[in-house]
């Protein structure tokens, strides 16, 4: 499976395409100035050329606790610290693929949320999905609604970190 490295100058983004263009917009032109500005960190997929085929940003966050199902907000403070995923797209030439590369690259997303965690603590992982198609993707992971009609899904750390401690 492949790894995720910083985006870098050298990364050329000109190729990606998953097919939603808000997402391949905000990798070619805003994602560089997120990092510089310390407001997410994106990393990518790529080959030995360097084309990105693969990406998914990350950012500090934190959620209000009301509001939240009952089971993730159970003994949180009012301010929940989080991490959002707020970016996470696949070239659309790699959708469908038997390797099931979108799942590795939403698994590859949360091992490096759970190691940051080690030193930065955080209770949740947040993600805004795009559409009710994103919405099934992390429902499918174990990410829940915060309410019946949001496009907003959260999933408790400890719950991660367990699931991906078995896979190993």
Known sequence: MYQSVPLADQHNLQRFSCGIDDLDRWLRDYARHASVMNTARTFVWTEQDEVVFGYYSLAGHQVVREGLPHRVARESPKQIPSV?????????????????????????????????????????????????????????????????????????LSDIAADLEERD
Not at 107 to 130: K, M, P, S
């Open 84 to 156: 959002l995923i707020g970016k996470l797209a696949l070239d659309a030439k790699l959708h469908g693929d038997e390797r099931k590369l979108g799942g590795g690259l939403l698994v590859d997303a949360l091992e490096r949320v759970v190691d940051a965690t080690r030193l930065v603590a955080a209770r949740l992982v947040v993600v805004d999905a795009i559409d009710d198609r994103a919405v099934s993707y992390y429902e499918h992971f174990g990410f829940v609604r915060t309410a019946p009609d949001s496009y907003r899904l959260i999933r408790k």
